[in-house]
């Protein structure tokens, strides 16, 4: 059985997708961006990007029923991996170690500077 997860303190996207989807003990988060509320890119340098894309993926995890130390698995992209570093030092200040598996790759991006999705394993 999945459920659809939803919140308003996160993008609610503009595409027929769910923010996430719980299925037995997976929580799985569609891709994030810099959005606010009401699904507007909110533009700014990749360390603002970075943080708003991470806030939205924190309040669909906690809406989930989970932690950002529940997720497992992380899926970045970036429109400049030029951005890298500068990427690097906002998105670690979410976790603690074991950070979550992780794939970063450079992608065309429209408007936005990063993406992400995620998958979190929910505690029994």
């Given at each position: 059985?999945?459920?659809?997860?939803?919140?308003?303190?996160?993008?609610?996207?503009s595409g027929p997708y769910s923010q996430g989807i719980a299925a037995g003990n997976m929580l799985f988060i569609?891709?994030?961006?810099?959005?606010?509320?009401?699904?507007?890119?909110?533009?700014?340098?990749?360390?603002?990007?970075?943080?708003?894309?991470?806030?939205?993926?924190?309040?669909?995890?906690?809406?989930?029923?989970?932690?950002?130390?529940?997720?497992?698995?992380?899926?970045?992209?970036?429109?400049?991996?030029?951005?890298?570093?500068?990427?690097?030092?906002?998105?670690?200040?979410?976790?603690?170690?074991?950070?979550?598996?992780?794939?970063?790759?450079?992608?065309?991006?429209?408007?936005?500077?990063?993406?992400?999705?995620?998958?979190?394993?929910?505690?029994?």
């Amino acid at each position: 059985m999945r459920q659809a997860i939803r919140t308003r303190n996160a993008s609610v996207g503009s595409g027929p997708y769910s923010q996430g989807i719980a299925a037995g003990n997976m929580l799985f988060i569609s891709g994030q961006g810099p959005l606010d509320g009401d699904g507007s890119i909110v533009s700014g340098d990749i360390e603002a990007e970075t943080r708003l894309t991470m806030n939205n993926i924190k309040a669909i995890v906690e809406a989930g029923g989970c932690t950002m130390d529940d997720i497992v698995k992380i899926n970045v992209f970036l429109a400049s991996l030029a951005d890298f570093d500068r990427f690097n030092a906002v998105y670690q200040s979410y976790f603690e170690s074991p950070f979550p598996a992780r794939t970063c790759v450079e992608a065309g991006l429209d408007g936005i500077k990063v993406e992400i999705d995620a998958i979190a394993y929910k505690p029994e």
